[in-house]
């Protein structure tokens, strides 16, 4: 079955310390979606990357960067120079190919991370 | 401005007392879908809708019914709610049926609670 793993409940740091948030996942579909979200105190979900299972660029967006290794199934969140700003709970997702013809995702259980001033 | 407009924000009602969320957006999206978020499970997909008049369950419909009248509107009911209905919901929305259209324009969460 498909499925997405954060295996980091919370993670605190200090500000300006990098952070990597780990995301693993299974899959049998050969052509496969993941994502990340952000949800801040606030509460909203904010859309972050997408990336698809042909791409395995490493992306990198400000302070943000995303390492996706197809030999891991893991599409691991790196925050560099970490702010208070960037505490939040966030989110990885898997699209799943379902025999409707159309695609639901799968969302982790969330990694949240506190940085300390 | 293009958003998910999901109302109320909180909620909190009686057990059997039926009730209505919301959810509309004005980004003329075909696929839209309600998630609830509890503690330790994520988000986990209620119902989705692949058009209008399209509906399909998700991995927790029971206890849940929603329509798909109008493309813009996506109301979730709860005909009967009971404590384990507690939750923070999501409305979202996104452009059609394949992962090709981004990701979720998700509302800003409804929060009920059932006592």
């Known amino acids: 079955a498909q499925k997405v793993t954060q295996a980091q409940t919370e993670i605190s740091v200090v500000e300006k310390e990098d952070v990597t948030l780990d995301c693993v996942y299974e899959?049998?579909?050969?052509?496969?979606?993941l994502f990340w979200y952000k949800q801040p105190p606030s509460g909203e979900l904010v859309f972050l990357i997408r990336?698809?299972?042909?791409?395995?660029q490493n992306e990198i967006s400000g302070r943000y960067s995303w390492n996706f290794q197809k030999s891991t199934s893991s599409f691991n969140f790196t925050i560099t120079a970490s702010q208070v700003v960037d505490s939040a709970v966030y989110f990885c997702?898997?699209?799943?190919?379902?025999?409707?013809?159309?695609?639901?995702?799968?969302f982790g259980t969330g990694t949240r991370l506190k940085v300390l001033a | 401005e293009a958003q998910v407009t999901q109302n109320p924000r909180y909620l909190i009602t009686v057990t059997g007392k039926k009730l209505t969320v919301t959810c509309s957006q004005n980004?003329?999206?075909?696929?839209m879908s309600w998630y609830r978020q509890d503690p330790g499970l994520g988000l986990r997909q209620i119902y989705y809708?692949?058009?209008?008049?399209?509906?399909d369950k998700g991995d927790v419909p029971e206890g849940y019914k929603v329509s798909r009248k109008e493309k813009r509107n996506f109301p979730l009911i709860l005909e009967s709610p009971s404590p384990n209905q507690t939750s923070l919901y999501f409305c979202?929305?996104?452009?059609?049926?394949?992962?090709?259209?981004?990701?979720?324009?998700f509302g800003s969460g409804t929060r009920l609670t059932v006592v």
């Open positions: 899959t049998r579909d050969t052509t496969y979606y």
């Open positions: 979202a929305s996104r452009p059609g049926q394949g992962p090709l259209n981004y990701g979720y324009t």
């Open positions: 809708s692949m058009n209008v008049e399209v509906t």
């Open positions: 997702a898997l699209s799943e190919a379902l025999s409707s013809g159309t695609y639901k995702y799968i």
């Open positions: 980004m003329n999206h075909e696929y």
């Open positions: 990336r698809n299972s042909f791409d395995e």
